[in-house]
């Protein structure tokens, strides 16, 4: 790679006054927790930049005195990598969202949630390649990968990301576009976080304004029957829909509606770009099985944040993701049998989502993970309150996966892999080299330790 082209060089001496946070300090406690509860994270301090002077100060403060770097938007994603010996960058106070209503873009940063961007967007009837929770942040989202539910049309969340302003290990601002650093730019889109501080995101915005969407609701005694109609029927979608098969066993608290609380279900959810009246023309071989609850109707973009109703704050997880080659009657049988979503499962949720469409069309301008070549990909996730639980989950989602084995797909997808996975597994053939050679270029001592760092 050729020399980093700089935007400007920090300005030093301008950090704000409490920048950093250290163990026993006031706020400590707050500085480091994560979205995720259930990940105990102790770096040796906690920088809070509200500008990006303060990110700069905190990245040179790291290196004079020898820490590595970690950065963290939310913490949705903690619990990958160890923060010993690391200053956390938290970028929560970053925030800002600008729309450009004529370019369709929206300049974003580091610090803003999916939520700060919908509400920017969805007032002029645009809207952006969000996730399935709203609070999830676009920046960490992004940097690996990010299938949403209009994912199938426009693909991952990391290809429609423009251009990005990034502190380097060296403390340097640089912009990364098609024309500026081209091969960070290539890094940054799926391969993580492990090339810098990213302060600032560019991103495409979408003109949809409302969606056809919904839940399909059965007990889960059809769990098979009914993933094995949904897994027929994903073959002939049109790329307009995405869809997610899901095992549900929901939690006996007053949150959760009345008809559904405490129950063990098989759900169908999916959000169609096209009417109302094709949309259940489309539906037509799921509503054949005589759902037991239909909440599909028009809603504005904006309700798309909320229809995987992922919890609407911190929860301690205990989730893993894998990708799978094929799916079918049979493979819907495995995985129900050792799930064992029946009220006595540590899962919360199993779900596969559809993928194919855009996902799996290379892309030579998307970046270094341009698109996912599996047709499926899983999620699983249990509420780890505790060591036991923590067994306990661990333990069904490897007898998930085992059950899984003779259809798992060789690639992992980086977004839904939490725990010992090899970043090779990532990428396409040879990028992973690639992506290793831009990493010795922009940070040759490895200052920053990313959630899959590239190494
Ligand atoms: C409830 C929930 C719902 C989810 N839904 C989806 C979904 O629908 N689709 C999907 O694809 N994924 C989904 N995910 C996975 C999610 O995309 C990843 O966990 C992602 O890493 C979260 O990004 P974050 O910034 O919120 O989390 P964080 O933990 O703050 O960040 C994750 C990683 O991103 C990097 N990073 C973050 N900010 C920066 C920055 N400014 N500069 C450099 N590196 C940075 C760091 O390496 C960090 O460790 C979900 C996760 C959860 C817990």
Not at 71 to 100: C, F, K, M, P, Y
Not at 197 to 221: Q, R
Not at 345 to 354: A, D
Request: net charge negative.
């Amino acid at each position: 790679m050729s020399q980093l082209t700089y935007t400007k060089r920090a300005r030093p001496g301008q950090a704000s006054p409490d920048l950093l946070v250290f163990p026993g300090q006031p706020g400590w406690d707050e500085a480091r927790r994560a979205w995720n509860l259930a990940v105990d994270q102790r770096p040796a301090a906690v920088a809070m930049p509200e500008t990006v002077d303060d990110v700069v100060a905190a990245v040179d403060h790291a290196r004079a005195v020898g820490l590595r770097v970690a950065v963290q938007g939310t913490g949705h994603g903690a619990g990958s990598t160890s923060l010993d010996g690391t200053l956390l960058i938290n970028t929560a106070r970053l925030t800002g969202v600008e729309v450009d209503v004529e370019a369709r873009t929206a300049r974003v940063a580091a610090g803003a949630i999916w939520r700060d961007v919908v509400d920017a967007a969805v007032e002029h009837g645009l809207t952006a390649l969000h996730g399935s929770a709203p609070d999830v942040g676009v920046v960490g989202y992004s940097l690996g990968g990010g299938i949403g539910w209009l994912a199938r049309k426009h693909g991952l969340s990391s290809s429609s990301v423009l251009a990005a302003e990034v502190v380097t290990a060296d403390g340097d601002v640089v912009r990364a576009d098609d024309e500026t650093n081209p091969e960070l730019f290539w890094a940054l889109r799926g391969g993580g976080g492990s090339f810098g501080v990213v302060t600032e995101v560019e991103i495409a915005l979408y003109p949809v304004s409302e969606a056809f969407a919904g839940w399909l609701i059965w007990p889960e005694a059809r769990a098979t029957e009914v993933l094995g109609r949904w897994a027929e029927w994903t073959k002939d979608a049109p790329e307009e829909v995405t869809s997610v098969g899901r095992l549900l066993q929901m939690p006996p608290i007053p949150e959760i509606p009345e008809p559904l609380r405490g129950r063990q279900l098989v759900v169908v959810e999916a959000a169609f770009t096209g009417d109302e009246r094709a949309g259940r023309e489309l539906l037509r071989p799921l509503l054949d099985l005589e759902p037991e609850i239909d909440t599909f109707a028009a809603v504005p973009a904006r309700d798309l944040t909320e229809l995987h109703q992922d919890p609407p704050g911190p929860v301690p997880g205990r989730g893993e993701g894998w990708m799978l080659d094929a799916f079918d009657g049979d493979v819907a049988r495995a995985i129900v049998e050792a799930a064992g979503m029946d009220g006595t499962s540590p899962l919360l949720s199993v779900e596969i989502r559809h993928l194919e469409g855009a996902l799996g069309r290379p892309d030579p301008n998307g970046g270094a993970l341009s698109h996912l070549d599996a047709p499926y990909a899983m999620y699983s996730v249990g509420i780890a309150m505790g060591p036991d639980a923590v067994a306990a989950i661990d333990a069904r989602l490897a007898a998930v996966r085992g059950a899984t084995e003779p259809w798992l797909a060789r690639r992992r997808y980086f977004n839904f892999a939490e725990r010992d996975v090899d970043p090779v597994s990532f990428y396409a053939q040879g990028d992973y080299g690639r992506l290793t050679a831009i990493r010795d270029e922009v940070d040759p001592h490895g200052l920053f330790q990313a959630k899959h760092t590239i190494v």
